[in-house]
Structure formats: C-alpha cells, structure tokens
C-alpha cells in the first residue's frame, strides 16, 4: 500500500530532476523598456505576449528561426527567436518556451526584453525592430584559453571571414 502511493510521488520528482538538468541557465538577459503594462491578469499587451511565445515556440523549431507580431496598437508585441543549427526541433521548442517563461520572471511587466542562451534566443518588444540592427542589446563572452597553433587558427579565421 505504502510502495502504491510512493511511486507517483517518485517520478512528480524525477520528472522535475530532469527538468532542471535539462535547462541550462540563461549566459545574460536585458529588460530594455522602460515602458510596463499594468500587472493585470487579464491585460491584453500581457495576453498578446503569451499568444506569441506560443506562437514563436511553434514556428522557430522546423527552421530554427521565426518572427511575428501579435496585438494593435500600444498592445502590439513583436517577437523574435532562434536556436543554433544543429539543435533537433524537440530541444528547440522547448529551450524557447523556457526562454520565454525565464524571461517574464526576470522582467516582469516589462514591455521589451531580450535573453540569451547557449543554443537559443528570445527577444519581444512593443516596438517594431524586424530588420534593425539592435546595437543596444548586447554583451560579450571571451574565451581567454589559448590557441595551440595560432598561426594556423588566423589563417584559418581569415578565410572564414574572408568567404
């Protein structure tokens, strides 16, 4: 009777365990609007974000890229995501849904955010940004390991640039 009730309990756990050794934390984020909509539940800039980090969630996994446009007016939000290209469209669906719930917890009622991780992106603002160069919303990693045979890395950088 006592083993009956226990194994429920035992994977509720395990699932979550697995979860959380999936998801890897966010390498930075920015809350970059100073504009907020209102903490109500049923506010409708807050309805159309959840509407498009659906939507984002199911049309960025096949190509591993997407964007769209939810909402009018001052309740519009626009939304981009993307995974790394060899990221299988399952991790890719949920490293964005992950992304998009991470990124409301550390921005709450913000109307613009942007959060980065390994193999994925997510951005949405209320502004329009399709197309712009977001020179704003950055950061930058630096690996300070050494190359074993610089000589050949730069040659080999160049060409890559160079293509």
């Not at 626009?78 to 409301?104: F, H, M, P, Q």
């Not at 712009?132 to 930058?140: E, T």
Request: proline letters at 4%; a positive charge.
């Amino acid at each position: 009777m006592y083993l009956s009730r226990s194994i429920p309990l035992f994977f509720l756990l395990f699932s979550l365990l697995l979860h959380v050794a999936i998801c890897d934390d966010p390498l930075y984020h920015f809350c970059f609007s100073q504009e907020n909509y209102t903490g109500a539940y049923n506010n409708p800039y807050r309805g159309n974000l959840n509407d498009l980090l659906l939507l984002l969630s199911a049309k960025v996994p096949p190509t591993g890229f997407g964007l769209g446009s939810i909402g009018q007016g001052r309740n519009r939000v626009n939304g981009l995501a993307l995974c790394g290209g060899d990221v299988s469209s399952t991790k890719c669906k949920t490293w964005i849904t992950d992304a998009g719930k991470e990124t409301r917890e550390r921005c709450p009622d913000k109307k613009g955010a942007i959060i980065w991780y390994d193999n994925c992106m997510v951005k949405y603002s209320s502004t329009k940004f399709f197309g712009d160069i977001d020179n704003q919303n950055k950061f930058y990693m630096y690996n300070a390991q050494s190359v074993d045979n610089p000589t050949s890395f730069n040659t080999k950088v160049k060409a890559l640039l160079s293509s």
